[in-house]
């Protein structure tokens, strides 16, 4: 199968005091979904105020919802917020370069009254693994189709201190397919007609607890009964910010139990050196190639290369749905604890079916 891609949706709207929702992309049929580019662009015509962002979230907070939903309407992907999507691209192991700040074409212009303006680009994943196409899902029919939904923020969410004039912010999506294959080679010799363990699916959920200072004990319920991939852990203070003081709220140590066992009972500073012998994130905080404040992944996807991705399949934290999977610690201050879970459902629930 060759891979390809398809540029089937472009909108633009101007930032203003309210959310606003886009049209639904409707994601055209093409052979096996691998997964959605999403550029976002924002310029401002002109502008005299010097302009700051009003959280760390931003500029990719600007996007306030998205989700991609199956064939059925159901979330595959979110819902949640463009700046949990940037999170899932920089620490879910999918590509070899994977900070989205990184990327030549990311710029945030901030701290300057020249007119405002900044661009991403994020992709929604639905392939878990690029080297045999697992993951990716059968996208045939011109009726039920994938869909995905955004809606934008209001300015103040992004900003706070606006420019003079409210940017517009132009979005554009890029489906990745793989082709559907020949029926043999040059040779005449068949050639497999669908992924491995084809409607093998992952999926990205987001669990938010609130949590009073102190020690803590918090029930994870995010992808109980799969197979979980990744969790990313994220501490907000109350005032919906992360930043160093929520990050110097976050448990030291931190303890991590499923079922009776003790998975660790790490460090935050060592938390923070697992993140750049792991990912190679080694520049300052916040910064393209850094870490990024009270953002603190747990990858079961380091059984087969030297960062995380590109799995085997076999280290996935295999769970019940009433399995307990506990986080707990002693918190410096009230805070919303936040759990983005990447889990795995594999086809016909039969885990050997994805392993190598």
């Known amino acids: 199968m060759k891979s390809h891609e398809e540029i089937n949706y472009d909108e633009t709207k101007t930032l203003n005091s309210s959310t606003q929702d886009l049209s639904v992309l409707e994601i055209p049929p093409a052979g096996f979904l691998r997964g959605v580019y999403v550029l976002v662009e924002a310029t401002s015509s002109s502008n005299v105020a010097t302009v700051a962002f009003a959280t760390n979230d931003a500029p990719f907070n600007v996007i306030d919802s998205i989700t991609l939903e199956d064939t059925n309407s159901k979330p595959i992907v979110g819902p949640f917020s463009g700046y949990d999507l940037y999170?899932?691209?920089?620490?879910?192991?999918?590509?070899?370069?994977?900070?989205?700040?990184?990327?030549?074409?990311?710029?945030?212009?901030?701290?300057?009254?020249?007119?405002?303006?900044?661009?991403?680009?994020?992709?929604?994943?639905?392939?878990?693994?690029?080297?045999?196409?697992?993951?990716?899902?059968?996208?045939?029919?011109?009726?039920?189709?994938?869909?995905?939904?955004?809606?934008?923020?209001?300015?103040?969410?992004?900003?706070?201190?606006?420019?003079?004039?409210?940017?517009?912010?132009?979005?554009?999506?890029?489906?990745e397919d793989w082709w559907e294959p020949d029926a043999s080679d040059l040779k005449g010799r068949p050639l497999a007609q669908n992924p491995p363990a084809m409607q093998t699916t992952q999926y990205w959920t987001k669990g938010t607890y609130s949590v009073n200072s102190g020690d803590q004990r918090i029930q994870i319920q995010q992808g109980l009964g799969y197979l979980i991939r990744n969790l990313l852990f994220i501490n907000y203070t109350t005032g919906s910010l992360r930043n160093s003081t929520s990050d110097g709220n976050w448990p030291d140590p931190a303890t991590l139990q499923f079922e009776s066992t003790i998975l660790f009972d790490r460090l935050r500073t060592l938390w923070r050196d697992r993140i750049a012998r792991d990912y190679g994130?080694?520049?300052?905080?916040?910064?393209?190639?850094?870490?990024?404040?009270?953002?603190?992944?747990?990858?079961?996807?380091?059984d087969m290369g030297l960062k995380p991705g590109a799995e085997s399949r076999r280290g996935y934290l295999a769970t019940a749905d009433a399995s307990r999977l506990e986080f707990r610690g002693n918190f410096g201050a009230a805070s919303n604890f936040v759990v983005l879970a990447n889990y795995v459902a594999p086809a016909r629930g039969d885990d050997a079916m994805i392993t190598i």
């Open 87 to 175: 999170l899932i691209n920089k620490y879910g192991g999918y590509t070899f370069s994977s900070d989205p700040k990184q990327s030549p074409i990311y710029t945030a212009t901030t701290g300057t009254t020249t007119p405002a303006t900044f661009n991403f680009c994020l992709r929604i994943p639905v392939e878990l693994v690029s080297r045999d196409a697992l993951g990716s899902l059968p996208n045939k029919s011109g009726t039920n189709k994938f869909k995905v939904r955004v809606r934008l923020s209001a300015i103040a969410t992004i900003y706070s201190t606006p420019p003079t004039n409210a940017p517009s912010v132009r979005v554009r999506m890029v489906q």
């Open 281 to 302: 994130y080694v520049a300052s905080v916040e910064t393209a190639g850094g870490y990024d404040y009270s953002v603190y992944p747990l990858p079961f996807t380091l």
